[in-house]
């Protein structure tokens, strides 16, 4: 069993959620909500496994807040 980490944002157009997985090629989505985002990711993903492991192109370290004055 496989985990990866995505960021995940929401559309102020659209109100759908848009997920990806940062430096994995292909791996991203959308959906209405967070629960049909995930299986849509995970649908995805899946599908980009078949080919072979991933190669990554880069790695999820976290997130930071940044204050302006």
């Known amino acids: 069993m496989k985990s990866f980490t995505a960021v995940i944002e929401r559309c102020p157009d659209t109100g759908y959620y848009v997920g990806y997985v940062p430096g994995f090629p292909g ?14 990711l995970k649908e995805v ?17 976290g997130t930071q807040n940044v204050v302006v004055a």
């Open 27 to 40: 791996a991203h989505s959308q959906g209405e909500n967070l629960e049909e985002l995930n299986r849509n």
């Open 45 to 61: 993903i899946e599908l980009l496994l078949e080919e072979g492991e991933p190669r990554l192109e880069a790695e999820f370290v």
